[in-house]
């Protein structure tokens, strides 16, 4: 048995080690192509968002929670086609924001309103969904399903887009004229959402399995969670944030805007948006968990092998990216 099970660790850790890098080479490569053109990675940001809202449908229809797939699949290129619209139209970024929420919003209204007019096709649909209930209380309950899905993690990760673009949109005079001095503010964005969300996931996952330390006494998280690994993961976003912070600071202009006395920013306001970074992290890692164990699975889909889905990546990414806006916002508008 000892044997055995030293002979079967390897080939857990291998798939998710070429997972990883193969993950990894795909974004770096992503980031060179976004010099030639920024739109590159919107399109990495919209693909992920597809692959993400699919997986959480998936799982609420294995918890008979019925949905409109259509506009679950929709609302990402609305989205995408709505980011393009306001960067090259210059709107502030709460354009872009109000514009997704009122969607959902429309969206909402005809899911819910549609098969109540149709009753007959309505209750067709109902019956074919295994529903038990009224066709109102289904019209309602399925058109919730689908906004949920699109608000996360359609919604949230749409900031990323923001992000992407930040230097297009509102920003203050004193950072435009850095902007046009050569700073990538949606680089810097993008590198620090990134960075911070991998070095969370991965300190969490060696501080948790190596540490382990007391669980998190929350049954519906999963019986994995531990405080030690929810303290690694900040940490590990804290050194992330620090590291991102080095790097830029090193190379101009980016020296310039750090060291500039209308933006202060410095390795300290980096530190704190690590902590920050951490946090909404492992609190999208933690929801992700919560949904799983109330789907019962262990992952969101096993597309990415050692990893399970896209989603399962991406839970603490797209919460992060809502921080990463907030802080960039906080910092430059």
């Not at 002979?7 to 798939?15: E, G």
């Not at 998280?221 to 940490?235: D, Q």
Request: glycine share 10%; proline share 3%.
């Amino acid at each position: 048995m000892e044997n055995k099970k030293i002979a079967n660790t390897p080939a857990k850790w291998w798939p998710r080690i070429i997972s990883g890098a193969i993950i990894l080479i795909v974004l770096v490569g992503c980031f060179f192509l976004r010099e030639l053109n920024n739109y590159v990675f919107d399109l990495l940001i919209g693909a992920l968002m597809i692959f993400c809202a699919y997986e959480v449908e998936n799982l609420l229809h294995k918890m008979d929670r019925p949905t409109w797939t259509t506009p679950v699949g929709l609302y990402p290129i609305l989205c995408f086609l709505l980011i393009a619209i306001c960067a090259n139209s210059a709107l502030n970024f709460y354009y872009f924001v109000l514009f997704c929420l009122a969607i959902l919003v429309v969206m909402f209204v005809i899911l819910f309103a549609t098969p109540m007019i149709f009753s007959k096709w309505g209750n067709k649909l109902r019956v074919g969904d295994g529903f038990q209930g009224s066709l109102a209380y289904y019209s309602f309950s399925k058109a919730m399903n689908t906004i949920f899905v699109c608000l996360w993690p359609t919604f949230l990760f749409s900031f990323a887009f923001i992000i992407n673009h930040f230097g297009q949109m509102s920003i203050s005079e004193t950072a435009a004229a850095f902007q046009a001095r050569g700073v990538d503010f949606g680089l810097m964005g993008l590198v620090l959402l990134f960075v911070t969300s991998m070095c969370a996931d991965t300190f969490a996952m060696l501080t948790g399995r190596l540490i382990k330390g007391p669980k998190i006494s929350m049954e519906k998280l999963g019986p994995g969670k531990t405080w030690t690994g929810l303290i690694g993961g900040i940490i590990g976003a804290i050194i992330g944030s620090i590291v991102v912070f080095a790097i830029f600071n090193a190379f101009a202009p980016y020296n310039m805007l750090f060291n500039s006395s209308g933006i202060d920013v410095n390795i300290w306001t980096f530190f704190i948006g690590g902590i920050f970074c951490g946090i909404f992290n492992m609190a999208g890692d933690l929801f992700s968990s919560y949904f799983k164990r109330r789907a019962v699975v262990k992952d969101f889909s096993q597309l990415i092998p050692g990893h399970g889905g896209v989603m399962d990546r991406c839970n603490g990414l797209l919460v992060n990216a809502v921080f990463v806006f907030i802080f960039f916002v906080i910092l430059f508008v």
